[in-house]
């Protein structure tokens, strides 16, 4: 039986730093954090968390946002909307370049457009799917019906947001995808 003063859950260890839970098993496997293998899920002392997040600061860090937009006035807008509420954002121009900043930074949350030249959003989500732990996507698109959308589906789940996007929209899409647990 899990104390809950005393040993954290996954999930509840992603509440106490504001991280998604998926960022915290990340940190685990790689041994970063103090953590221990329970069943199929790590468990965490909270006083050694608290130890370790006082030293390295995660309390204090914002999520991550990598937008993925072939289009620079939108990479551009969703870049200033969301360092105006407080996230650290990357940009991507299109599927690969994402990939390549994926294999270097630890991205809470993924701003997709489908259609691209090169590796559009599907070939993306493919990619992305085979090789890296499970994020929150949101796929921005101006054509939520297309084929695009079609061959983008079995690598849901995904959230929809559909082009123009408002920046209230924008904003609460990315705040649900984190759980609602960070606010700038």
């Known amino acids: 039986m899990i104390n809950n003063h005393n040993v954290l859950t996954a999930r509840e260890a992603a509440d106490f730093f504001g991280a998604h839970v998926e960022t915290v098993r990340r940190l685990a496997r790689k041994g970063d954090i103090p953590a221990y293998k329970m069943g199929k899920d790590w468990r965490f002392q909270k006083k050694a968390l608290s130890h370790w997040a006082e ?3 995660l309390r204090r860090k914002p999520p991550i946002v990598l937008v993925i937009d072939d289009d620079a006035g939108v990479r551009k807008a969703m870049k200033r909307y969301l360092e105006r509420d407080g996230y ?3 940009v991507a121009s299109d599927g690969a370049n994402a990939l390549s900043w994926l294999n270097k930074e630890t991205v809470n949350v993924i701003l997709l457009d489908l259609k691209m030249p090169g590796m559009n959003g599907p070939m993306f989500l493919s990619e992305f799917r085979k090789a890296h732990v499970p ?3 949101i ?4 054509y939520p019906d297309g084929g695009l959308m079609a061959e983008a589906i079995p690598y849901g789940p995904f959230t929809l947001l559909g082009k123009p996007i408002e920046q209230e929209q924008l904003l609460q899409a990315v705040r649900s995808a984190l759980n609602g647990s960070y606010r700038g």
């Open 135 to 137: 994020l929150p996507i």
């Open 88 to 90: 650290r954002v990357l």
């Open 139 to 142: 796929i921005t698109t101006g």
């Open 55 to 57: 030293s390295h600061y």
